[in-house]
């Protein structure tokens, strides 16, 4: 008899235990969001937010915080989640955190990216560079003198991102396929600069080629990347590489701190399932790049108006 009293306890505990962890709270300290400097980044980063407050959570926001250096404060819980990894620009920071422990990798957007440089479709309609988008395009000295600026001593321009992004990447693939005596690399202080670069070129009519990405607002307005050769593993310099290859088709991942399914279990399921797509994506730029409304608002908007999509992720 007390076998069967001892066994039915047992039971019991077993039951009590699993509701508890099925029907777990999320913990009531905040969720905290990094923003970085690109819009799809810092809009989403409010929509996912928006998402999790939803729920009842607490989100709190960190501003300005490195692309490069988020993955270890994720990783010794400074910052809860990451929810824009780009493979190109910060595939390497990712991975040497995950390998240390204490960061998770928590699944990949639909959509795929793409980070090089390119030219918006006007440069190929007025005829500046003929050949392009073959990189070979760039050899010629009448293509160059189309991209010449006050600022690039004599040579065509190539107007990078923020160093940060991809230190001497661009400027060493540059060198590589022979092509620093035409041409020069100069980096912009932010992604409204890039902007503000295509708008400046296209009212003076001169070519312009920039760093760009996708998914981005550009995706619909007509921007055509540059293709150079194809990229290969341990291609780039710091693999060991001879830098002769363009970017990757790249994954979108989504992290989080190795503690975060524990204290906030919810919210972590939601996360995971969550997945937008390159026109999502692209949309959510264009809120604050196009139509020059404020993050915030632009995050607002863009989960009123999908209510369908977002509210699938926490069922």
């Keep these: 008899m007390r076998k069967i009293i001892s066994l039915l306890s047992a039971v019991v505990i077993s039951v009590v235990s699993f509701t508890g962890i099925s029907n777990a709270a999320d913990s009531k300290k905040p969720i905290v969001i990094p923003t970085h400097n690109w819009s799809s980044q810092i809009v989403m980063a409010y929509v996912i937010g928006g998402i999790f407050e939803s729920m009842g959570n607490n989100v709190s926001y960190a501003e300005g915080v490195d692309s490069q250096g988020v993955y270890e404060s994720i990783r010794i819980g400074d910052v809860s989640i990451s929810h824009e990894v780009w493979e190109s620009a910060f595939g390497k920071s990712f991975t040497t955190a995950l390998d240390k422990g204490g960061l998770l990798d928590w699944g990949d957007h639909e959509a795929r990216t793409l980070e090089d440089m390119g030219y918006p479709n006007w440069v190929a309609d007025k005829g500046l560079c003929p050949g392009l988008p073959d990189w070979t395009a760039l050899k010629n000295p009448d293509c160059a003198k189309n991209f010449e600026t006050p600022d690039s001593g ?96 790249g994954y979108l991942k989504k992290a989080v701190n190795a503690d975060f399914p524990k204290t906030h279990p919810a919210a972590a399921a939601a996360f995971k399932k969550m997945s937008f797509s390159t026109s999502q994506i692209g949309a959510m730029a264009a809120l604050v790049d196009v139509d020059k409304m404020t993050h915030q608002d632009a995050a607002k908007k863009w989960l009123a108006d999908n209510k369908s999509v977002w509210q699938a992720f926490t069922k």
């Excluded at 400027?171 to 020069?184: E, H, I, K, M």
């Excluded at 981005?216 to 194809?230: E, S, W």
């Excluded at 780039?236 to 002769?244: A, L, Q, S």
């Design 154 to 249: 004599g040579k065509g321009r190539m107007l990078e991102g923020p160093q940060t992004w991809h230190g001497d990447l661009i400027p060493q693939r540059v060198d590589a396929l022979g092509l620093g005596s035409l041409w020069t690399v100069k980096f912009a202080g932010s992604a409204d600069a890039l902007w503000a670069e295509l708008a400046a070129a296209k009212k003076e009519g001169r070519g312009t080629i920039i760093f760009n990405w996708t998914p981005n607002f550009t995706d619909g307005a007509g921007f055509t990347f540059i293709d150079f050769p194809p990229y290969t593993a341990g291609c780039r310099p710091e693999d060991g590489g001879d830098g002769k290859c363009g970017s990757p088709d």
